[in-house]
């Protein structure tokens, strides 16, 4: 059974910190690795990582994958409390489908 | 281009009626998907589709069906509504790009149901 697993589940940082969520994942067939960023309503797209070691970066926000240790992490710097929300990790193992993790909740404070 | 529409964006239903959530796509997108979000569980694959005509079931599909008529519409039919079946349901597309990975999926706003 596909599994991902996001850590921490919760976190509550200052304006202007830096944070770094996990997101582990164990797939019979992995294809791509999806971050995603959800306030009330639709997950949005941030990232999507297939090869190891290449970092993909978008203003404050950047991700990495390790595919030799079935790892994941997202970084935001100078965090903002725009940035708060919940970050959804996934995996793609097929073309149409993605395995989720549970969601970090991120809270910045002013 | 709309992207993904849901409709509707609530509803409230009684133990043991049936509904079918609507969703579509005017992108052109092969691969379509809906997903339920339960607090502390992140998103579940309940029904899938590669294309027209053919659908397949994800991890929690029990008590809910599809179809997939056209590209454009999967819509998700409850037969019989539960308790636990109040969630906020997604539904999502992406596509295929010869050579490279599939796109990443585009989600609809989501309809949040509740049975009572």
């Known amino acids: 059974e596909d599994k991902v697993v996001q850590s921490p589940l919760s976190l509550v940082v200052h304006e202007g910190d830096t944070v770094t969520l996990n997101c582990s994942y164990e797939v019979t067939n992995f294809r791509s690795l999806l971050w995603y960023k959800q306030e009330k309503k639709a997950p949005t797209f941030l990232f999507m990582l297939?090869?190891?070691?290449i970092e993909k970066k978008s203003g404050r926000l950047s991700s990495i994958l390790d595919k030799k240790e079935l790892f994941s992490i997202l970084n935001i710097t100078a965090t903002q409390t725009g940035d708060s929300a919940i970050y959804l990790c996934a995996v793609r193992p097929s073309g149409s489908r993605l395995t989720f993790g549970e969601g970090t909740q991120l809270t910045v404070n002013p | 281009n709309a992207g993904v529409t849901q409709t509707p964006k609530f509803q409230v239903l009684k133990t043991g009626q049936s509904m079918t959530l609507q969703c579509a796509q005017d992108?052109?997108?092969?691969?379509m998907s809906w997903y339920r979000q339960d607090p502390g569980m992140g998103l579940r694959l309940i029904h899938y589709?590669?294309?027209?005509?053919?659908?397949d079931q994800g991890e929690v599909p029990n008590g809910y069906n599809v179809s997939r008529s056209t590209t454009e519409d999967f819509p998700l039919r409850l037969l019989s509504a539960a308790p636990s079946q109040t969630s906020v349901y997604f539904c999502?597309?992406?596509?295929?790009?010869?050579?490279?990975?599939?796109?990443?999926?585009?989600f609809g706003q989501g309809t949040r149901l509740t049975v009572v």
């Open positions: 589709s590669v294309g027209a005509g053919i659908t």
């Open positions: 297939t090869s190891s070691g």
């Open positions: 999502a597309s992406s596509y295929s790009r010869q050579g490279r990975e599939n796109t990443e999926a585009f």
């Open positions: 992108m052109n997108h092969e691969y």
